[in-house]
């Protein structure tokens, strides 16, 4: 689960780590007081959502501002009207927070990690600015091969940590630690080296890195990425802050819920939440309903070693009851770009008649019009098959999972 800036500021800032100043803003009259309010000279206007790249980003009209700005065969906008060149703006005076959030808010931020269609900013944090000597990064996360934590930092702050790594790997220093003694003296000293650091600001880095650390064990986040880390005279401090939730660990993060943007989410995959399915959306057309995350992506993998593209990834768990394989039948036609199903289920723990009747009682609530694969093997694939051949239904019935995915592909293409 992911977080905005200004939460994971804030969180950050419980567990002692330097951010500056700022306050949410959800209106522009809002913003201009919130940097009345913060009393500083200059004020950094910053847009809210779940996507990188916001500095360079750009805010255009929503569709409902603007349809005919919008292409109507990719729904992309395409109009001349930017309002604003920039999701990330400098503010000197209220009246400029006020006119730069009336920019932002109700727009569509575009980066080159919403893609196109951009995400609507619905928010934005007024943060005090500061006078920034240099720019390092900094992140926590798992090393999964190790299975430990670890601190990734480099000089090279302000940059995609991919480049940097794909270009110059010797700018970056990786540090694992135990999660139950935190971040020892030693590797701290060693990382605030390496990123060059001096005097009194080596000093605020030695505690600044040391308690990034303890707030990614304290908070169970699966990612913890500061880009950039600010050199501000003698302090260092957290400018940036990207905070993700390990979702494994939610029922120990009390917050966490309270903490939740539905409006960042696919609604989908809040709907599957709770039916407790594992769905994840992708771009494809061909739907995927399966039991087991491992299964789940070899059948994922084999519609697209036999040229199709999965839709989704859709876990319905080794024990799943009639109730939530209809649940996730449904999830899956909800998505208009679905041009074919394919069920492919392996009964363990799971029993093949259990999913023959989630599929046969979704088919008929949702009055199915897209071609089904099915796939049934192991327990009670016998009774299973018999449900589906007496139902009624118009299925393309495979003996294996090749030939599964070979003809939900071909039946997304209309053979």
């Given at each position: ?126 943060e005090?600015?500061?006078?920034i ?25 302000g ?19 135990d ?29 600044a ?27 260092v ?13 939610l ?29 994840v ?5 061909i ?28 876990d ?8 939530r ?55 009670r ?35």
């Open positions: 689960m992911n977080l905005h800036e200004h939460q994971a500021k804030e969180l950050l800032k419980e567990c002692g780590v330097p951010v500056l100043e700022g306050k949410v803003a959800h209106s522009a009259e809002e913003a201009g007081s919130a940097f009345t309010s913060l009393g500083v000279p200059l004020a950094i206007i910053k847009s809210q959502v779940h996507a990188g790249g916001r500095g360079k980003g750009k805010a255009v009209r929503p569709k409902e501002l603007d349809p005919k700005g919008y292409d109507a065969k990719t729904g992309v906008y395409a109009g001349p009207g930017i309002a604003s060149d920039r999701g990330v703006v400098l503010c000197r005076s209220a009246q400029e927070a006020t006119d730069a959030a009336s920019k932002l808010i109700g727009h569509l931020l575009v980066t080159k990690q919403t893609g196109a269609s951009g995400r609507m900013v619905r928010r934005i944090y007024v005090s600015g500061a006078q000597d240099r720019e390092l990064y900094a992140a926590v996360l798992v090393d999964r091969r190790a299975g430990l934590p670890i601190l990734m930092v480099s000089p090279a702050g940059m995609d940590i991919e480049e940097v790594a794909a270009k110059s790997p010797e700018k970056i220093l990786k540090l694992r630690f999660p139950c003694a935190g971040l020892w003296p030693h590797q701290a000293r060693r990382a605030a080296w390496f990123l060059g650091l001096t005097g009194k600001a080596f000093k605020s880095g030695l505690a890195l040391t308690k990034l650390c303890a707030a990614f064990v304290k908070l169970d986040a699966q990612l913890l990425e500061i880009n950039p880390l600010g050199v501000c005279g003698d302090e401090i957290c400018l940036d802050a990207k905070l993700s939730y390990d979702d494994n660990a029922f120990r993060q009390p917050r966490a819920e309270e903490l939740r943007d539905h409006n960042e989410e696919d609604p989908r995959e809040t709907e599957a939440r709770k039916h407790d399915l594992s769905y959306a992708l771009d494809g057309d739907g995927c309903l399966v039991n087991g995350a491992g299964l789940a992506m070899a059948t994922m993998d084999l519609i697209k070693h036999h040229g199709g593209e999965p839709a989704n990834f859709l319905v768990g080794g024990g799943a009851t009639t109730e394989v209809a649940a996730g039948f449904q999830l899956i036609l909800q998505d208009p770009n679905v041009k074919a199903i394919l069920v492919n289920i392996f009964g363990g723990i799971m029993r093949c008649d259990v999913i023959a009747e989630g599929v046969i009682a979704a088919a008929k609530q949702t009055a199915l019009k897209v071609p089904l694969v099915v796939r049934l093997e192991g327990n694939v016998a009774k299973g098959r018999k449900l589906l051949s007496e139902s009624g239904l118009s299925l393309i019935a495979a003996d294996s999972l090749a030939d599964a995915a070979q003809k939900a592909v071909k039946a997304s293409q209309g053979g």
